[in-house]
């Protein structure tokens, strides 16, 4: 299966379409892009064909930076959480981004294949709402650091 993946010009992620009960989708998928704009794994390994001595320094480098904006934004955002809770309204995001990582989707059989062969602009579809790959997972990864 990874074969077909591996030669796939572009894999078009499916995560299900608008049930009528979850008009929180736009939502959890426009909190995890802002999320993954500010944290880029990409960046990671952007150099990793280049030379040794430079691919190397690079991860380094980056590796700070991506620990150094996870911080900052794991901060920020149990800041935000704890505001929330003095409002009362913490159970609203939670239950939104429980739904939409409890889609059908996520437990299909093929998909870790499928998601480690895709690119990161790979298109994430839900409903009538389409974002990238790279957004839904680096926000993903962020909201797991924020729980550890």
Sequence with gaps: MSVIYRQAGNIIIHAGGGYHHDEDTPWVLEYLQDIGVNYRTEYYEALDHA???????????????????????????????????????????MVSLYDFFDRPYWRRLWIIQELAMAHGSAP???????????????????????AD
């Design 51 to 93: 030379e040794p001595t430079i691919a190397h320094s690079h991860r380094f480098q980056a590796e700070i930076e991506l620990k150094k904006a996870a911080r900052a934004w794991v901060e920020g955002a149990q800041e935000d959480m704890r505001k929330a809770a003095r409002q009362g309204d913490t159970d609203y995001a």
């Design 124 to 146: 994430i579809l839900c409903g009538d709402i389409v974002t990238q790959w790279r957004y839904v997972r680096d926000g993903a990864l962020l909201l797991s650091m924020m």
